[in-house]
């Protein structure tokens, strides 16, 4: 086996042992690949081991891979900021964007849809860490975000994403992710028109079993599975 098989194979060994003892099924937790900066043909070998779920965090990134993972099935999310000048690039190249954290770029991708006649998928990124740095509307602000966008007819809203603190302080990192599991059910208990909460996008590396023991549908793993990026 080379090292991104058994890197793969030993990441989801951790999350089925971390939904086993917190009484969660495994088929609840996706294994997303973060994969900034790694070449396509790396990720066609991830893809050959039915790793066929990827986040990238640049628009650039995705044009640059596009043609050549196309040849296997595969989901591809943005979970990176998006400036408003690239939505037409990503907006048929990704079926979900997990980073939308304020009404504006969401109204600007609902126009860019309309003309294309198409749909989109997101998730509301939210700022639990209250890192000046960090991206994501606060945690104040996320259910009148939700109301709004629900009303744009293009975008669908599955559930919510966050980075955890970035800290040893694991007490610090648990509070990020229980954070959004409530708002998450804040929300399902609000029953806003075409909205669903079925996704909590939460846990890195270094924090997963963490964010799966608080509730992720879906982990988001870079550097344990593809070694230590320059940048
Ligand atoms: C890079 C990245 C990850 C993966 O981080 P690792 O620590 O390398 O696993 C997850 N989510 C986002 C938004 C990222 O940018």
Do not use: W
């Amino acid at each position: 086996m080379n090292d991104l098989h058994k890197n793969i194979e030993l990441i989801r060994k951790r999350i089925e042992k971390a939904c086993f003892s917190c009484g969660r099924p495994v088929s609840e937790v996706a294994l997303l690949l973060a994969t900034k900066t790694i070449d396509a043909h790396t990720i066609l070998k991830a893809f050959q081991l039915n790793a066929l779920l990827i986040g990238e965090n640049r628009v650039q990134e995705i044009v640059e891979k596009h043609e050549l993972l196309l040849q296997v099935p595969h989901t591809t999310h943005l979970i990176g900021p998006l400036q408003s000048n690239k939505i037409t690039k990503v907006i048929d190249k990704v079926q979900c964007i997990e980073s939308i954290d304020n009404f504006e770029l969401a109204k600007k991708i609902n126009n860019k849809l309309l003309l294309k006649n198409a749909n989109l998928n997101i998730l509301i990124e939210v700022n639990t860490s209250g890192e000046k740095t960090k991206h994501g509307c606060t945690p104040d602000e996320v259910i009148n975000l939700v109301m709004d966008i629900s009303q744009l007819k293009y975008l669908h809203i599955k559930g919510l994403m966050t980075i955890g603190t970035l800290t040893d302080d694991k007490t610090e990192i648990r509070r990020c992710f229980k954070l959004l599991k409530s708002i998450s059910q804040k929300i399902e208990n609000e029953h806003f028109e075409g909205v669903a909460m079925d996704v909590l996008s939460m846990g890195m590396s270094d924090d997963f079993e963490i964010a799966i023991e608080e509730g992720a549908t879906e982990v988001r793993i870079g550097s344990s599975i593809f070694g230590k990026r320059t940048i």
